[in-house]
């Protein structure tokens, strides 16, 4: 499994152009599925990976966003943390934070082939993002290796995965840290007419410890925070390139695909996620990291040929998410687009006008709104102070419409695009109390641009299979990340009962 963190399909054909490697090998040889694309509402990284995994949606996998109000300890959590766990770092370095598949409320693909198979397999899953690298890896067991960087340097895995820190992972760790890309400057790969777009767009901003254009440093400068050069790693070309060595390290050290069962490797990048929200999808910068994780997928592809042949592997490339464009780039173009105040101040404002002063918003996170469990007793006691609750967020400009949690948890059949969307995100523990659904163009987010809504710019997401078993071409049929993990269960010989995917058969050979 390889995924690009925040990958709208559209980047296939605006800047698939300046492809040559591992990119351009999957989309020309390759099972294309141009009409892929999560047909849920909460278009997030977490729900995103966990239906790539399991093959299911939020509404039965459970990692509805990246995190969520609980009702029982009054507060959020984020969808990987785990205070049952102990962290295990791999390497030098500290951290406090623990981190599980505890919420994941199905067994994932890693988990299936572990359960199913008669040999046991080794399963490999490495990202940046601790909710990617365990929304792929599941929930752990004998032959997973499943690790993410913690904050700055470290990186780490659980209790839930390993009592002690494996070698191999230490030993790359250790003869590759980050620190080492200190003093690099992120210049562009490609002659610049190769380039869509302004790179000096004065809708981009300025984020530390870089311009909007290029060159950018990894170099902070005397003074700053020490922590805006991870910062500027993350989203910089050599994160990726990290994660991209580290899977071939462990593929080469833990021998996948070198003997007669069934081993699993999955990877996620997120560097156009962390540039894509500070500078856009038509920038410079995001152009520049396609060009470059085409190169180091060349070099995955590569290393798979070499140690484990083309003729036995298969491989699915997909996306967690998409992204809309800059809100002020489509109103420069005439377009409509614009920016709403946080979900949650928007609320407040609203009900303590209504119900007094205090505390009744438990999180406002996106298109989502969860109240405290007073001020949702109190609306199930007034139902007017709910619908006009329902009113003020549905007058404000770029929503389109307001879902309550009734409306979200019925069966009742809808002919509502969006409900459907919004329920397939529905987790009765997890989810909000409201969603209020956004007009195309618009964003909550101070942040230059975000995902996380039911509109096509971030539902649509590439979809490749690639390798053995597969029927190279171009495949217009209804698709979703869900039927990787199917179709994956499908080739190996086992079966995911609680996916709600499809086998995608009509890109298979006939066995």
């Known amino acids: 499994m390889l995924v690009n963190d925040q990958f709208p399909s559209e980047y296939i054909g605006l800047y698939g152009g300046n492809w040559t490697g591992g990119l351009r090998r999957l989309v020309d040889e390759g099972a294309l599925f141009t009409e892929a694309a ?9 729900a995103g990976h966990g239906t790539i995994g399991t093959g299911a949606f939020p509404q039965r996998h459970g990692l509805v966003g990246n995190q969520w109000f609980d009702r029982d300890l009054d507060k959020a959590v984020t969808c990987e943390e785990d205070a049952s766990v102990t962290p295990v ?3 030098d370095g500290e951290t406090t934070n623990r981190h599980s598949a505890k919420y994941m409320m199905v067994p994932s693909l890693a988990d299936e082939l572990r359960r199913q198979l008669p040999q046991q397999p080794s399963i ?24 993410w960087k913690t904050a700055g340097r470290v990186w780490s895995t659980s209790s839930a995965y390993t009592g002690t820190p494996w070698p191999d992972a230490v030993e790359y760790v250790q003869r590759r840290p980050i620190t080492n890309d200190r003093g690099k400057v992120w210049t562009k790969l490609l002659p610049e007419s190769a380039y869509l777009y302004a790179d000096d767009d004065p809708a981009e901003p300025t984020p530390a410890p870089w311009g ?3 060159p950018h440093p990894l170099d902070p400068r005397e003074g700053e925070d020490e922590g805006l ?3 500027a790693w993350g989203r910089s070309p050599w994160s990726d390139a990290f994660i991209v060595d580290l899977a071939i390290h462990l593929m080469e050290t833990r021998k996948l695909g070198q003997h007669d069962g069934t081993d699993m490797l999955a990877l996620s990048l997120g560097a156009l996620d962390q540039a894509g929200h500070q500078y856009g999808p038509r920038s410079h910068e995001v152009q520049d990291l396609l060009a470059r994780a085409d190169v180091a997928i060349g070099r995955l592809l590569d290393a798979l040929d070499r140690q484990v042949g083309r003729d036995h592997y298969v491989l699915a490339w997909s996306a967690d998410h998409g992204v809309a464009r800059i809100p002020e780039q489509v109103l420069a173009e005439g377009g409509q687009a614009g920016r709403l105040p946080p979900i949650g101040q928007m609320a407040t404002g609203l009900l303590q006008w209504t119900l007094g002063a205090g505390r009744h918003v438990g999180l406002g996170d996106g298109p989502e709104l969860a109240l405290t469990p007073q001020a949702l007793a109190t609306l199930r006691e007034r139902p007017d102070v709910k619908a006009r609750l329902m009113l003020a967020l549905g007058a404000s400009p770029g929503v389109a419409k307001v879902f309550d949690r009734d409306m979200l948890s019925s069966t009742t059949p809808t002919d509502d695009p969006d409900l459907k969307a919004w329920r397939l995100s529905y987790f009765p523990d997890r989810s909000g109390d409201f969603i209020v659904v956004l007009k195309p163009g618009w964003t909550y987010d101070a942040i230059r641009t975000n995902h996380g809504t039911q509109n096509a ?3 649509r997401v590439p979809l490749v299979l690639y390798g053995a078993g597969v029927r190279p071409g171009t495949y217009t049929t209804a698709a979703s990340p869900a039927d990787i993990a199917p179709t994956l269960a499908a080739l190996a010989g086992i079966t995911l009962p609680q996916a709600q995917g499809r086998v995608l058969t009509e890109a298979l050979q006939p066995r």
């Open 212 to 214: 909007r254009t290029f």
């Open 38 to 46: 999560y047909p849920y509402g909460r278009t997030a990284t977490c």
């Open 89 to 91: 770092v791999l390497g």
């Open 229 to 231: 050069f991870y910062t």
């Open 124 to 147: 490999v899953s490495v990202a940046e993002k601790p909710r990617s690298a365990i929304g792929l890896g599941g929930h752990g067991g004998p032959g997973t290796v499943v690790l």
């Open 457 to 459: 710019y971030d539902q």
